[in-house]
């Protein structure tokens, strides 16, 4: 994992506040599917109801079949 420079607020699409605290770490990450395999980025989020959050675009654009 990678600490940010500065602190980034994350937000629902309502406008509440994701988790009680700001997001202050990056970390790599590989995401493989069946046709598929990406390296990305990804924010490193103090939440504990969620395991991950992924983009809206890279969803889009990858289509994954998820169970």
């Known amino acids: 994992m990678e600490k940010l420079k500065n602190s980034?607020?994350?937000?629902?699409?309502?406008?509440?506040?994701?988790?009680?605290?700001?997001?202050t770490k990056r970390a790599k990450l590989e995401i493989?599917?069946?046709e598929h395999k990406?390296?990305?980025?990804?924010?490193?989020?103090d939440i504990t109801e969620t395991n991950i959050f992924l983009d809206y675009n890279w969803l889009k654009q990858?289509?994954?079949k998820i169970d």
């Open 8 to 23: 980034i607020k994350i937000f629902n699409l309502n406008g509440s506040k994701i988790g009680n605290k700001n997001v």
């Open 62 to 64: 990858y289509n994954p």
């Open 32 to 34: 493989k599917t069946k």
């Open 38 to 45: 990406e390296n990305i980025q990804v924010l490193v989020l």
